[in-house]
């Protein structure tokens, strides 16, 4: 079985995994209450900035 020239120390390794962690989403409160990621508009009420963005069946 093949064998790495030098071993990979784990200071090294652990360097390496510094950046391997999974980014907490950014969390904000909506006008309506509901939580949702800041830059997304509303998965509740389709509002984005103040403004409603998303087509809705009953507004038209
Ligand atoms: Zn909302």
């Not at 391997?20 to 990621?37: K, Q, R, S």
């Not at 998965?43 to 087509?55: L, Q």
């Amino acid at each position: 079985m093949a064998q790495p020239k030098k071993k990979t120390s784990k200071s090294r390794r652990n360097m390496r995994r510094s950046h391997d962690h999974v980014a907490v989403p950014n969390v904000i409160y909506c006008e309506c209450g509901e939580p949702t990621l800041s830059h997304r508009a509303c998965a509740v009420c389709g509002s984005y900035k103040g403004r409603k963005v998303t087509p809705d069946a009953d507004a038209q």
